[in-house]
């Protein structure tokens, strides 16, 4: 992956756990990226890079993945993993911050700006599970994840990943064979069977600071009904759609996303 904006890997105290970082680009405004459910900091490396230009990214190994504290004794709920994000905010004292988050990581978002909003100045919401008490199952299969973790604690090439992720790059694949063993395998387990039972609804028509909705055209974890439903929650929203794109949506188109989310944040308020 590119890293001609990566300035260095750090590890911080915050919310009671070591939280580790990369960052990447040092200028501008922060913005804070919190990846997803099975994506350790450095798969997210080759988008960061790109956002770093015109933005100061910190991207997090959310708790039970990648270099971040893990353990059977650690919580794994929205609302401890929205405290992380506000206690790692609050520990490095960014200020007019961007929160990006990308499925599991934009609940999580959801969460932290209804708890505390204090210093967001946007919300980049991408492709969230709208799973939930009494809602349409995320369209995923858990043994998915819980298969290729175990596969990779015992040791995989990028070409066993590629059962896994078809579509993706070559590089792509090696650097998840890598890192995927990292992805605590009950963290994984927690968050999936609470994105059915975490509602995160009831948080929207709280949340104040301008938010993107960002929808993949492909893979069905948004539907227009939820769209719709969405909007009558938060008429604020902005929704918007990249097309030819599945759930991991800089994977399979990287400039859409990268456009239209410096779209959004070069917006005036």
Known sequence: MS???YLYGANVHA???RQHYLRYGGKGQ???LVPGITSPAITWGFVADRLAETHDVYVLDVRGRGLSETGPDLSYDL???????RGFIDTLKLEDCVVLGHSMGARIAIRLARKNAAGLARLVLVDPPVSGPGRRAYPANLAWYVNSIQHARRGM???DMRHYCPTWTDEQ???RAEWLHTCDELATRVTFEKFHTEDIHQDLPHLTPPTLLMVATRGGVIQEKDKEEIRQLLPSIQVTHVPDAGHMIPWDN????CDQTKEFLMQKT
């Open 254 to 257: 990287l400039e859409d996303f």
């Open 157 to 159: 090439s990028a070409e």
């Open 3 to 5: 890293d001609k904006n």
């Open 30 to 32: 922060p913005l804070v």
């Open 15 to 17: 919310n009671g756990i």
């Open 79 to 85: 609302d401890t993993y929205a405290d992380d994000i």
């Open 173 to 175: 694949l090696c650097l």
